[in-house]
């Protein structure tokens, strides 16, 4: 590791790896530089934009040697957007940093060190992928209005027509708005910033939480005229309202759940406690694999969803109670347990209650297994490392990149129960 000062600002790094948040990495004298633009195996001249006393923020101002495996970002965005980080790095090498980021928070914040990490299953579709994107409206001069994604770590609107990572039909639906400007038409009168959620299903797209927009008529309709999306997925089609959760990667969908199906192998006779459940796809897509699945999901609109996608699909052994798993879990849990447990975890980004590892260590004899599946690798090393505590030990860890080109990906555990 070299470092030589060339001018007051700015500093010569050799980057040695990329950072979870997907900052080139250099170590010099003890200190930690994270160096946007950068990338592992690179020198780089840098700017420092913040300084500690263990660690510094830098801007890469001029790459003196660059990687084999950077490649051109095909977005005119990247780099300013905060939507991704990683257009820069050839896709197989986002997997190979992806999954050596998961080792290292696994080990670190988890203590999860004797269970080798398996290889990142890559995303079918690394751009063009993502059914779901938020936009921010903005006054601009002449009564027109801006439209674009906010800048990283900051409240700067980047303006945009389009978004590389997002499904076809959104960007048609952003550009024939741009291009009429009838952002103002649709949305009406504002003050400051608005933010609008686009959703679409490849046949319909929904800006939220105002209107729709039908891609073919170019009508708009109030999304609560109870317009639906669908999804179909390994063989089974799901519906759902636009306002509630569902997977922003369709592609890589099917392989998810499949995997989780594999850690179902011997379970005919065991009930799957799906906790966290959305509209029911994880567990009435595995409702075949095990005797029963018992959902409990927060979200009224969800729940619904969920009972209408069993109906429709016709599952006679997957049952939903709504409310949130923090204070009803116990109650489901003893109404509901039979010979053999199995609990499917997949909570919002913060993951788990502390409380909630509770009541699992209560039950922990009567628990087989859990599988958690989460977007977020540093609160899932934290509750590994809770639930080993409760008598959970992770016995395999297999990281599915739902979402190529940004830092993100999806992980999903399965957790043996201690004898
Ligand atoms: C990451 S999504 C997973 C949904 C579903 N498993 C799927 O794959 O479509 C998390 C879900 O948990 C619900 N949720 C959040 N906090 C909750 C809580 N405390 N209790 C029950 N459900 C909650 C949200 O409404 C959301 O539907």
């Not at 990683?86 to 696994?106: G, I, R």
């Not at 966290?276 to 999901?297: A, H, I, P, Q, W």
């Not at 969803?305 to 599952?315: G, V, Y």
């Not at 209560?362 to 505590?389: G, H, T, V």
Request: contains cysteine; hydrophobic residues 40%.
């Amino acid at each position: 590791m070299s470092s030589e000062m060339t001018t007051p600002e700015t500093i010569e790094l050799k980057i040695d790896s990329l950072a979870y948040g997907g900052e080139g990495v250099a170590r010099v004298e003890g200190k930690v530089y994270f160096v946007e633009g950068a990338l592992p195996g690179e020198r780089v001249r840098a700017q420092i934009i913040e300084e500690k006393k263990s660690f510094a923020r830098a801007e890469t101002v001029e790459i003196l040697e660059p990687s084999k495996h950077r490649v051109e970002a095909p977005c005119k965005y990247f780099g300013r957007c905060g939507g991704c980080q990683l257009q820069h790095l050839a896709y197989e090498e986002q997997l190979v940093w992806k999954h050596k980021s998961l080792e290292e928070l696994l080990a670190r914040i988890g203590n999860v060190k004797d269970i080798a990490v398996d290889p990142v299953i890559p995303s079918p579709k690394p751009f063009g992928y993502r059914n779901r994107v938020g936009l921010t409206l903005m006054h601009a001069a002449k009564g027109k209005i801006r439209q674009g994604f906010l800048a990283r770590d900051s409240h700067e609107l980047v303006d945009i027509d389009s978004c590389h990572i997002a499904m076809p039909t959104i960007n048609q639906a952003i550009n024939e708005l741009a291009r009429k400007n009838e952002m103002k038409n649709v949305f009406g009168d504002f003050f400051g910033r608005l933010k609008l959620e686009l959703v679409t299903d490849g046949q319909n797209t929904f800006f939220l939480p105002w209107q729709s927009f039908d891609e073919k008529t170019g009508a708009r309709t109030k999304p609560d005229e109870g317009k639906i999306l669908r999804e179909k997925i390994g063989g089974i089609e799901f519906e759902f309202s636009p306002h509630v959760f569902f997977q922003v990667n369709s592609y890589l969908l099917p392989q998810l759940i499949a995997s989780i199906g594999t850690l179902l192998a011997e379970s005919k006779d065991a009930c799957l406690f799906d906790l966290y459940s959305g509209v029911g796809l994880v567990g009435v897509s595995l409702s075949d694999r095990v005797k029963k699945v018992v959902g409990l999901e927060e979200n009224k609109l969800a729940h619904q969803f969920a009972i209408r996608n069993i109906k429709r699909n016709k599952i006679e052994n997957v049952y939903v109670y709504t409310g949130r798993v923090e204070s009803q879990f116990k109650k489901v849990f003893l109404k509901q347990k039979a010979e053999k447990n199995i609990l499917l975890l997949d909570p919002p980004r913060g993951g788990i209650e502390a409380s909630l590892v509770e009541n699992f260590k209560e039950f922990q004899p009567e628990i087989d297994s859990i599988i958690y599946l989460s977007c977020e690798p540093s609160i899932l090393a934290r509750d590994l490392a809770r639930l080993k505590q409760a008598g959970f030990v992770p016995e395999r860890v297999m990281p599915f990149d739902l979402f190529p080109q940004t830092q993100i990906f999806e992980t999903v555990v399965i957790l043996k129960s201690k004898a």
